[in-house]
Antibody, heavy 119, light 110 residues
């Protein structure tokens, strides 16, 4: 079954970091870029950036540069999103999705991971 | 930051047609592809229309996309209760730094 499976919900304190995983299955891990989006409560979708699971190259949205790191571990066929310096404004559902670079076409989405930032 | 403008809401009765617009304020939407997503409450977004007017396998024909030089549109004909969702348009904007831009979303009420 072709799918993206994300890690479970997480609660973090302000100032902390969070690391979310996304594990593709049903297709070749290195064939497709993985992109990350988020949706804060009552807000729309917001793009965060992408990672090439093959070479590891990344592109981050300007808003998140300096706070976001996308990595991959080819041995376990998993990609990761790490966001540091968390504030309440980072409370959101985070989604990974399959999609080629320089395009807004995402044909496969993970189930979403709720990150709550609260003291 | 580039902006894609959508109406915040739209409504129609079952069987009717609803049309959602998506216009760009800082770049020429006619230059690139527009994609549409359906976001049902509590679910992951789903690709509904890709590259202006194409439907992925499994998407009913009553969903259609179109685009002019200045705006894009999503039409849902024969509206059904299960179509109640938020719909987003999205583009790749290669001005300035390059980024995926989503419209603000349109809540469709049936």
């Amino acid at each position: 079954q072709v799918q993206l499976v994300q890690s479970g919900a997480d609660v973090r304190e302000p100032g902390a970091s969070v690391k979310i995983s996304c594990r593709p299955s049903g297709y070749t891990f290195t064939d497709s870029f993985i992109q990350w989006m988020r949706q804060a409560p009552g807000q729309g979708l917001e793009w965060m950036g992408w990672i090439n699971p093959d070479a590891g190259g990344t592109k981050y949205a300007e808003k998140f540069k300096g706070r976001v790191t996308m990595t991959r571990d080819t041995s376990i066929k998993t990609v990761f999103l790490e966001l540091s310096g968390l504030t309440s404004g980072d409370t959101a559902v985070y989604y990974c999705a399959r999609g080629m670079p320089f395009m807004a076409e995402f044909d496969l989405w993970g189930q979403g991971t709720l990150v709550t930032v609260s003291s | 930051q580039s902006v894609l403008t959508q109406p915040p809401s739209a409504s129609a009765t079952p069987g009717q047609t609803v049309t959602i617009s998506c216009s760009a304020t800082t770049f020429d939407i006619g230059n690139g592809w527009v994609h549409w997503y359906q976001h049902l409450s509590g679910r992951a977004p789903k690709l509904l229309i890709y590259r202006d007017h194409n439907r992925p396998s499994g998407v009913p024909e009553r969903f259609s996309g179109s685009k002019s030089d200045t705006s894009a549109s999503l039409a849902i004909s024969g509206l059904q209760a299960e179509d109640e969702a938020i719909y987003y348009c999205a583009v790749w904007d290669d001005t300035l730094f390059g980024a995926v831009v989503f419209g603000g979303g349109t809540k469709v009420t049936v």
